[in-house]
């Protein structure tokens, strides 16, 4: 059977058997964020276990896409080196939510491999829990196991738990007996061996653990099964090795291919170990970056960075070192998207990401490997088995490579690495980040007093309204005043504080800042106000400034809703900041955002302003049913049990407790006013809103309208510089040059202000400001090729007046002396000049002048024969008489050039020539 054929026929099986066929979740579970790849195929199925949701069906199959890189399950050493472990890997699966138990479970998982797959009984082996009496007699009963092959086994082998709390049951794995005669020992079984591998687990979720650890038998009992789908396409097709699979081997003939390598099955070759790295690592990577991850230096996305790192590190076993992963993608793409379409979607975007990443690794990974290799060599004439953490945290820290990828190259030439100081390193560094962002914000935060105090909870009122007419002092230290009750937003999500003021009867404070600390809200006033505590306060919000806020907290959802429909599910935010005057908006993306990318972000954000879209808030509301609606999360972001969402219809819904416009329209108008990097892998946009983005439009208005007067001007000059070529045809250009200005400036005109407000025609006024630039940057050229053209007929004229100045050169000592001032038309065209006048010279001295921008430049040529014989060079001759038109200059022994500043003494400059060459002379 081929893979396609073993994954279809175990649907099918379960489909006949009333399962409902599902596609597998993301292996990035977004809505999971205590979990970094989904890793098991019940993933998507946790809250039915957990009791906190349902499905429609109570029977369900699938093959999900799972990646296992970390914790317990991190098998990565291994990959490569046997036949059996990945880093992605399919497990089909089965499932039963308070349906059929035990007794079909077992039953079906026989048929199957038996009846339908065909493998020999005698070669299968049951395990159960050791006090599973129950699924022992079952398999004893409803197959026809060899009773001999029904072991019973410990927790560690045939227990399963979700966590140290919560569902858990008993398990009952299938194992595969692939040795040549199909007899291997009892004692194999749960051994380790690939000789007899575990191929299916039959999980009976049937208790649930508490704080305690007491087991409690569950109402409803459940059935998780999962299969390895390599694993078993390798028993089913006569493999010993998942690698010699269908499901590998179009990737490993195409590293082949590139490489020229062949490839032998070897577990020892290193070219074979390589070409299995590249095979299983380009899986994972595709199927990460395919659901929204992308490698960067945090959480899952420094796993995929890991990954990617590792195996550039591998290809270059095979003498690749150019990017070779993203060529692998169409292969897999090839292969496996008829079952995940999404790679196929994303391939153009996959490719990029990983091209991208590969090309910034290799401008370092070479030169880390000869580091590595020179450390490597001391320790060995030292006779050290260690390798120390500094030097390992060095590579790691300048040359990116993650700690395991310098365990790997340590562990093959027969080194460890000290972890211990490594790690210890690592922490260092991150504190000394995490001080720096201390020191950054100290001067805003809560007094220590208060911070420590058992103060009461404020109430936050300043979600409905922006003043409050009564509350109460409960604590004052310093600057701060914490009230019972406040209309004023604190700092937090990126949202700066509110301004306003307190009063106390008639009197104002001035509060200039608002922050927290937990649910304790402090106004930080502007100058310290002893015996507050106990009055009784009016507190009102600058509204102004918070009504900017709310406009760009709204617009930061709906730029961050665009960018991940415009760029791709990748993009998660990594920082933000909501002020009054614009917003500030991180995100994980790999490359620059294009200007097109940049315009349809923007059209976006304003199509979505124009619909008037009203905002929904849900306030403290359950964490599960915020996940239930599809509020937007991330891995590594921490959620309290009551959270907070808002949502503008289905273009965004996200968790967030700042402030916000009742409706999109509200925000006016939309405008980015930069894009850049600010780190591996993250982006930054800043935009404005409102009346701040109108100023930016007129202004960009007013650049468009100063782009059309200047190129007004430079088609002047060409028609200037064309009449004095006196060429026929040349007012013709100019004249084409003059229509097509005439067309922008009329399309621009519709879209100018003209004092009434913004025109909605965005698209048109970018395609204006390119059209602009276009015919600015064509006028450009032509007036560089006038000039070069008008250059060299003013240097052909000139040519003949160099034959006059040379025929009345004064003649000293048997050496020709020419200066003379000359109407060249720039610098270079004054040293052609003077090219010209020493291949003429024979023997001579030449400076020659012009006044070019109202400033003097000056050109000396000295022959050859005076350079050597006579010791004259032309700086100095130069020096001497630009000196007296109040300048200088140098170069080379037989030219060099000057300028002068005084164009009054440039006739006084040149007759010094004679003198200062006489002078050189001794004469």
Known sequence: MTSTEIRNSFLDFFKARGHTIVPSSPVVPFDDPTLLFANAGMNQFKDVFLG??????????????????SGKHNDLEEVGVDGHHHTFFEMLGNWSFGDYYKKEAIAWAWELLTSVWGLPKERLWATVYRDDSEAEELWKRVTDINPAHVLRFDEKDNFWEMGETGPCGPCSEIHFDRTVDGNAPASLVNAGSPELIEIWNLVFI???????????????????????????????????????????????????????????????????????????????????????????????????RRILRRASRFARKLDVHDPIIFRLVPTLVDTMSYIFPEIRERQSQIERIIKGEEEAFNATLDRGLEIFEEIAQKAKSQNRTMLAGEEAFRLYDTYGFPLDLTQLMAREQGFAIDEETFNKLL??????????????????????????????????????????????????????????????????GGQVGDTGELRIREHPIRVNDTQRDADVIAHRIEHPTPDLVGLDVSARVDSERRLSIMRNHTATHLVHAALRKVLGSHVHQAGSLVAPTHLRFDFSHFSRVTEAELEAIEEMVNNKIAEGIELVHYRNIPFDEAKKMGALMFFGDKYGDRVNVVEFSEFSREFCGGTHVPSTSDIGYFKFRSEGSIASGVRRIEAVTSDFALELYRIQEQSLVDRIQLASREIEECRRLEAQLAHTAAPEVGLSFERELEALQTAANRSLFRGLGLSHDFAAQVENSRGIESLISRIAERKKSLERELSRSQIKD??????????????????????????????????????????????????????????????????DDLVSSRRIEAGRVIGAVAKIAGGGGGGRPHMATAGGKDVSKLREALRATLPVVKSMLNI
């Open 427 to 492: 922490e260092e560094q991150r504190e000394r980040s995490r001080e720096a962002g201390r020191q950054v914000e100290t001067s805003a935060r809560i007094p220590f007093r208060l911070h420590d105090s058992s103060l009461a909870d404020t109430e936050f009122t300043g979600y409905d309204r922006l003043d409050e007419p009564r509350a109460h002092i409960l604590a004052v230290d310093g600057n701060f005043v914490v009230l019972d009750r406040t209309p004023f937003y604190a700092e937090a």
């Open 206 to 304: 049937q208790y649930n653990r508490d704080a305690d650890g007491v087991l409690h038998p569950l109402p409803a009992k459940h059935v998780d099964t999962g299969m390895g789908f390599e694993r078993v396409c390798a028993v089913l097709q006569g493999k010993s090795s998942n690698y010699d699979t269908d499901v590998f081997t179009p990737l490993i003939e195409r590293i082949s291919e590139i490489t020229g390598r062949e490839y032998t099955g070897s577990t020892t070759a290193v070219s074979d170990i390589a070409m299995r790295v590249l095979a299983d690592h380009v899986r994972t990577l595709t199927f990460a970056i395919a659901d929204g991850a992308v490698p960067s230096n945090e959480g899952r996305g420094y796993v995929l």
């Open 52 to 69: 906190t949701g349902k499905r429609s069906y109570v029977r369900v199959a699938d093959t999900q896409k799972c990646i296992r890189v």
């Open 798 to 863: 000139l040519s003949a007046t160099i034959e006059e100045l040379v025929k009345s050169a004064v003649v000293v000592d048997s050496i020709r002396v020419v200066s003379a001032e000359l109407s060249a038309p720039s610098a270079d065209a004054l040293k052609s000049l003077g090219d010209t006048l020493r291949a003429k010279l024979g023997s001579g001295v030449g400076v020659l002048a012009a006044v070019i921008d109202e400033k003097i430049s000056f050109v000396c040529v000295v022959t």
